[in-house]
């Protein structure tokens, strides 16, 4: 009986890795969640990285009994994101039938600047039938930060990176005879941060494609402020927050200030512009 235990250090390395194939052993960046566009990340709301983990069928099958793999978030122009926070997709990657002998998360410096760096380790003990399948492609893990609008324009980046002294990525693999691997990767990854969804001025809380502000902005706000059962947020949660205050709430006040601008005599003042 062999188990594979993850090396452990204190110093992160960044890597690139040839373009991934379905034939490769691989990790690689499946989709993000906040989005504006698909190289613009939203700010002010959740970034969420998912990672999809991948292993060969025939004819390169094995099954993976250890893996390690660390991720670094990082600007090159100065950017700051919030502390990284991170899970497991699937909630079986880290117990029996997957890693049966041990399954662990390492952070160092995650702190939103310099470089939050999060590495996973999983080892597993083949008497027990565990490990990852050939064949196996799943998201198991992601990542989640958050950018500020006032960083508009600057640039965060998802990439590879390990400690010494492999300085890489490595998974043991058995196909009877065990063998190290050095799966791909699809990175870095990086992104502009955008000026937000909110387009012009605020108060257009139902998101039409028009950019109109009108009753329906009113009756959209109402529901889902007080409607049983409640309607859907805004859209664009700027564009809600018709009133512009400063603690981003979108409450009562953004309604009684759209009411005022629209039916006021004389007229309430306009929706404030978006920046």
């Known amino acids: ?148 609008i006032a960083d508009s324009g600057k640039t965060l980046c998802l990439d590879s990176c390990w400690y010494p002294p492999e300085n890489s990525w490595i998974w043991s693999a058995d196909t009877g005879l065990t063998f190290a691997v050095y799966p791909a990767w699809d990175g870095p990854h990086c992104f502009t941060i955008g000026k937000g969804c909110c387009k012009g001025i605020r108060g257009n809380a139902n998101g039409d494609e028009e950019e109109k502000i009108n009753i329906s902005d009113i009756t959209y706000l109402v529901g889902f402020l007080f409607g049983i059962p409640t309607g859907p947020p805004p859209p664009c949660w700027e564009e809600g927050n018709a009133n512009g205050d400063p603690d981003g709430k979108v409450n009562v006040s953004d309604v009684s200030y759209l009411l005022a601008y629209m039916f006021g005599t004389p007229s309430g003042p306009a929706p404030p512009s978006c920046y």
């Open 1 to 148: 009986m062999k188990a594979k235990s993850a090396i452990i250090a204190s110093v992160c390395l960044l890597l690139s890795f040839g373009v991934v194939s379905g034939q490769d052993f691989s990790l690689f960046l499946d989709h993000v969640d906040g989005l504006l566009s698909a190289d613009t990340l939203q700010p002010d709301v959740p970034v969420t990285f998912y990672l999809r983990f991948s292993t060969p069928g025939a004819p390169n099958e094995a099954i993976i009994d250890g893996a390690s793999n660390g991720f670094r978030v990082y600007s090159p122009d100065g950017a700051g994101w919030l502390p990284l926070t991170w899970e497991y997709i699937i909630s079986e990657w880290p117990n029996t039938t997957f890693w049966n002998y041990s399954m662990e998360i390492n952070s160092f410096n995650v702190t939103g600047s310099g470089a939050d760096t999060v590495a996973f380790a999983g080892v597993a003990q083949l008497i027990y039938e565990s490990g990852a399948p050939p064949g196996f492609s799943s998201v198991v893990y992601s990542i989640t930060t958050q950018v500020s």
